[in-house]
C-alpha cells in the first residue's frame, strides 16, 4: 500500500503564500494520477487541482491563477504552490493518488488563512 504524507501546511496571514508537499513510498508514483482535495470545516471535501503523467494540469475555477499543482517523479513528491490565499482557504488540504481504479490518500495537512 502507498504511503501518502503531506507537509508545509500552517498559518498564513491573507494575501500570503505557502507551498504543500505531498511525499509518496512505492514504485507508482511517476504512472499515478496526482490530486490535491481540501476540506473545510463543516463542508464537504471538495477538489482542488491535480495533475496527469504528462504533466497536463486541471484546476477548480476558485483557484486558477492564485494555486499551481507540480510533481517530481524522481523525488515522489508533489507540490502544491498556493498564493494569494483567502480566508475561505482554510481548510485541511489532502493529496489523492490515483492509479485506474486505486486510490490512496494523505492525512492531510491544515492550512490556516488568518489575520
Known amino acids: 500500500q502507498v504511503q501518502i504524507v503531506e507537509s508545509g501546511g500552517g498559518l498564513v496571514q491573507p494575501g500570503g503564500s505557502l507551498r504543500l508537499s505531498c511525499a509518496a513510498s512505492?514504485?507508482?508514483?511517476?504512472?499515478?494520477?496526482i490530486a490535491w482535495y481540501r476540506q473545510a470545516p463543516g463542508l464537504q471535501r471538495e477538489f482542488v487541482a491535480d495533475?496527469?503523467?504528462?504533466?497536463?494540469?486541471n484546476y477548480a475555477e476558485s483557484m486558477k491563477g492564485r494555486f499551481t499543482i507540480s510533481r517530481e517523479n524522481a523525488k515522489r513528491t508533489a507540490y502544491l504552490h498556493m498564493n494569494s490565499l483567502k480566508p475561505e482557504d482554510t481548510a485541511v488540504y489532502y493529496c489523492?493518488?490515483?492509479?485506474?481504479?486505486?486510490?490512496?490518500w494523505g492525512q492531510g495537512t491544515l492550512v490556516t488563512v488568518s489575520s
Open positions: 495533475i496527469d503523467t504528462d504533466g497536463r494540469t
Open positions: 489523492r493518488l490515483k492509479l485506474a481504479w486505486l486510490e490512496d
Open positions: 512505492g514504485s507508482t508514483f511517476s504512472t499515478s494520477v
